[in-house]
């Protein structure tokens, strides 16, 4: 059973999480169910960028990102190479680690 690392993040998870993920499973979906509460804010429909999480290991492992989600990610803040959006990457049979970047672009949040 793979499993997700997620590093510490301020106001997610500021100790960091281990998850334990099924393959075919969305790295989104693993962390909501694990009550890490990170933004989707399109209802995880590839139509936003508040998923966005930076995959620090394990990133050969996930499926290529399609069109779509390359378009989307352009507009994330804090693009690096081994971006993806959460909703997107499905996880495979390798461990990930992934970092949720410390802003998100979101002018609806009604969290903030």
Not at 21 to 34: I, K, Q, R
Not at 70 to 97: H, T, Y
Request: charged share 30%; net charge negative; glycine share 6%.
């Amino acid at each position: 059973m793979p499993r997700i690392v997620v590093l510490p993040h301020e106001a997610l998870c500021p100790e960091g999480e281990v998850l334990d993920a099924v393959s075919g499973e969305t790295v989104c979906d693993v962390m909501l169910a694990n009550g890490i509460d990170i933004e989707h804010a399109c209802e995880k429909s590839c139509a936003c960028t508040t998923c966005h999480v930076i995959v620090r290991e394990g990133f050969p492992s996930l499926d290529e990102a399609d069109e779509l989600e390359e378009d989307m990610l352009d507009k994330a803040w804090g693009l690096e190479p081994e971006s993806r959006l959460s909703c997107q990457a499905v996880v495979g049979d390798e461990d990930l680690v992934v970092e949720v970047p410390r802003y998100t672009i979101n002018m609806v949040s009604e969290r903030h």
